[in-house]
């Protein structure tokens, strides 16, 4: 608790640093005419908390790091920004990521790249690459992301700091840029689990707004912290032997932490995760391709030549997309398309039974799950130019989604490069309290 709290004057400080960028770029004509930013005064002085760029706050541009959303004010706010601020939190400021959440680098956004605070050479991990950023370079106390494959642990794995991803349902969606509606989820990327307790009670809860919210009551956990809970915790064995020397040697010591936190630990094995990746790009894909759909240029952002419709959508989706969302885009139509639909997509879903089977097996043993959260730590710039290698660093966080079940990244110390390595705890659904009384004795 005593970490969300900031001296007034902070709070001020970054208030007026941020007011007055805001006002350089109106100058500049950077943001469009209409714009109408609600002063930041309009959401009083709650401790300010980080936002990702595809979370809607009501009066803000919101854009998905991308081309085609420049210039798109929110109309409403997102549930998570409502509930933040019935409790006296703040949206304060928009933070990098990847086009649309698609990518694990944060390198595709339309902006440009975040640098990892650790080493001004490497990634930050995506696609909440800004939000993992921001917290471990004390620019934020704590931020706001979300997860449809990894992209709230793999970036705060690579940043050094705490990431959630909640059990699907329950965070509301409502307000959320979609990207894969079946596995999308936000959740907080803090400095220490207490805080990722508190955040994650104050944005949890059901939304009759969101079809997919959970619904049922919310038992809190940040006041049922319970660092003494003995469990019984699967590692992941075969997972943690592909992983990199460095990665693995950090995983046996917190092994060990939890062993002496009187955890029993147990191993066993997954089936290969390259079927987790095929798996996963089929369905996350397809979605995309359907959500995505909606920006053609009428009614959202940046609209291309008004010659006539065609070439205003053509002209609007060519320029307003990226390369690596037109990739998927391309492979979502193509999975969803007739004579396609039954190899690819239908054979995904079946796959994605089989992954949650494989979850529910190990859960009848254990009440936790460890594995990687990486199979290495932040890698470098540009190092990862074909796409199918960067789809490969989250072989590990993929399948949580898939199945719907709470995962958390907790930091577990650096390696010989001086960068971050992560480890991952699962959960069963809707069992946080576990998840997060766990992830206490890896801290
Ligand atoms: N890196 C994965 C992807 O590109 C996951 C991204 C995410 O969780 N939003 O799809």
Same mark, same amino acid.
């Given at each position: 608790?005593?970490?969300?709290?900031?001296?007034?004057?902070?709070?001020?400080?970054?208030?007026?640093?941020?007011?007055?960028?805001?006002?350089?770029?109106?100058?500049?004509?950077?943001?469009?005419?209409?714009?109408?930013?609600?002063?930041?005064?309009?959401?009083?002085?709650?401790?300010?908390?980080?936002?990702?760029?595809?979370?809607?706050?009501?009066?803000?541009?919101?854009?998905?790091?991308?081309?085609?959303?420049?210039?798109?004010?929110?109309?409403?706010?997102?549930?998570?920004?409502?509930?933040?601020?019935?409790? +006296?939190? #703040?949206?304060?400021?928009?933070?990098?990521?990847?086009?649309? !959440?698609? @990518? *694990?680098? /944060?390198?595709? =956004?339309?902006?440009?790249?975040?640098?990892?605070?650790?080493?001004?050479?490497?990634?930050?991990?995506?696609?909440?690459? +800004?939000? #993992?950023?921001?917290?471990?370079?004390?620019?934020?106390?704590? !931020?706001? @992301? *979300?997860? /449809?494959?990894? =992209?709230?642990?793999?970036?705060?794995?690579?940043?050094?700091?705490?990431?959630?991803?909640?059990?699907?349902?329950?965070?509301?969606?409502?307000?959320?840029?979609?990207?894969?509606?079946?596995?999308?989820?936000? @959740?907080?990327? /803090?400095?220490?689990?207490?805080?990722?307790?508190?955040?994650?009670?104050?944005?949890?809860?059901?939304?009759?707004?969101?079809?997919?919210?959970?619904?049922?009551?919310?038992?809190?956990?940040?006041?049922?912290?319970?660092?003494?809970?003995?469990? /019984?915790?699967?590692?992941?064995?075969?997972?943690?032997?592909?992983?990199?020397?460095?990665?693995?040697?950090?995983?046996?010591?917190?092994?060990?932490?939890?062993?002496?936190?009187?955890?029993?630990?147990?191993?066993?094995?997954?089936?290969?995760?390259?079927?987790?990746?095929?798996?996963?790009?089929?369905?996350?894909?397809?979605?995309?391709?359907?959500?995505?759909?909606?920006?053609?240029?009428?009614?959202?952002?940046?609209?291309?030549?008004?010659?006539?419709?065609?070439?205003?959508?053509?002209?609007?989706?060519?320029?307003?997309?990226?390369?690596?969302?037109?990739?998927?885009?391309?492979?979502?139509?193509?999975?969803?398309?007739?004579?396609?639909?039954?190899?690819?997509?239908?054979?995904?879903?079946?796959?994605?039974?089989?992954?949650?089977?494989?979850?529910?097996?190990?859960?009848?043993?254990?009440?936790?799950?460890?594995?990687?959260?990486?199979?290495?730590?932040?890698?470098?710039?540009?190092?990862?130019?074909?796409?199918?290698?960067?789809?490969?660093?989250?072989?590990?966080?993929?399948?949580?989604?898939?199945?719907?079940?709470?995962?958390?990244?907790?930091?577990?110390?650096?390696?010989?490069?001086?960068?971050?390595?992560?480890?991952?705890?699962?959960?069963?659904?809707?069992?946080?309290?576990?998840?997060?009384?766990?992830?206490?004795?890896?801290?």
């Amino acid at each position: 608790k005593e970490a969300l709290k900031l001296p007034k004057e902070e709070i001020e400080a970054f208030r007026s640093d941020l007011k007055q960028e805001i006002e350089a770029k109106k100058s500049l004509g950077a943001y469009v005419e209409q714009l109408t930013c609600k002063p930041l005064s309009e959401y009083g002085t709650g401790i300010p908390i980080a936002i990702k760029d595809n979370i809607q706050v009501d009066g803000w541009e919101v854009t998905s790091g991308s081309n085609i959303l420049q210039g798109y004010v929110a109309p409403y706010n997102a549930t998570v920004i409502d509930n933040m601020l019935r409790h +006296g939190l #703040a949206p304060f400021g928009r933070t990098n990521m990847d086009e649309f !959440a698609m @990518g *694990s680098s /944060t390198e595709s =956004s339309f902006y440009g790249k975040t640098l990892n605070p650790h080493n001004p050479n490497c990634v930050p991990g995506g696609s909440s690459g +800004g939000s #993992a950023a921001a917290v471990a370079g004390g620019i934020a106390i704590a !931020a706001l @992301g *979300s997860d /449809t494959g990894g =992209s709230i642990r793999q970036p705060a794995a690579f940043c050094g700091c705490v990431g959630l991803k909640p059990t699907y349902g329950k965070v509301s969606r409502y307000g959320l840029g979609a990207y894969s509606s079946s596995l999308d989820q936000i @959740g907080p990327i /803090t400095q220490n689990v207490e805080d990722a307790a508190i955040l994650y009670d104050i944005i949890a809860g059901h939304e009759p707004k969101d079809s997919t919210s959970a619904n049922m009551a919310h038992q809190s956990v940040a006041d049922k912290l319970n660092p003494n809970r003995k469990m /019984t915790i699967a590692v992941i064995e075969n997972y943690l032997n592909e992983a990199s020397p460095e990665v693995r040697e950090k995983m046996v010591e917190g092994i060990r932490a939890l062993e002496k936190a009187g955890h029993k630990i147990i191993y066993r094995n997954f089936i290969n995760s390259k079927y987790d990746i095929a798996t996963y790009y089929v369905i996350a894909t397809a979605e995309a391709s359907a959500n995505l759909s909606r920006y053609d240029g009428v009614r959202y952002g940046n609209r291309g030549s008004n010659d006539n419709l065609k070439e205003m959508f053509i002209q609007s989706r060519s320029l307003g997309f990226g390369e690596e969302v037109k990739r998927r885009i391309l492979l979502g139509t193509f999975v969803l398309s007739s004579g396609y639909y039954d190899a690819y997509y239908i054979k995904a879903q079946k796959a994605r039974h089989f992954i949650k089977a494989q979850y529910e097996a190990i859960f009848k043993e254990a009440d936790l799950i460890l594995m990687p959260v990486t199979p290495t730590s932040a890698f470098e710039f540009g190092s990862k130019a074909d796409p199918l290698e960067m789809y490969l660093s989250d072989i590990y966080t993929i399948s949580l989604n898939l199945a719907g079940l709470p995962g958390i990244s907790v930091p577990l110390g650096f390696d010989s490069k001086g960068l971050p390595v992560g480890a991952q705890l699962v959960g069963q659904a809707y069992g946080e309290q576990a998840l997060l009384d766990g992830a206490l004795s890896l801290e």
